[in-house]
């Protein structure tokens, strides 16, 4: 892992960040010798949290389509 001083740190944050994305993260070393490292945060997201689908259906196809299922499971 390559280490960077704070002044390089400090002038190329964007591409730091993005390096610490790639590889996991990075380490920065300060004038009196402290280090950091620096690495994302992995967020948790529901699994339910899902991007909806485009369908040329309205809401009045759905309703009567549920209601057609539910006959047809009552009926047989």
Do not use: C, H, W
Request: hydrophobic share 35%; net charge positive; aromatic share 6%.
């Amino acid at each position: 892992m390559k280490t960077y001083t704070y002044s390089e740190a400090r002038q190329n944050l964007a591409s730091l960040l993005d390096k610490a994305k790639k590889e996991s993260e990075v380490m920065i070393k300060r004038q009196d010798g402290t280090y950091f490292v620096l690495r994302p945060v992995k967020v948790k997201q529901s699994p339910l949290n899902v991007e909806g689908v485009d369908t040329d259906f309205s809401a009045e196809d759905i309703v009567r389509t549920i209601r057609e299922i539910r006959e047809r499971s009552i009926n047989t």
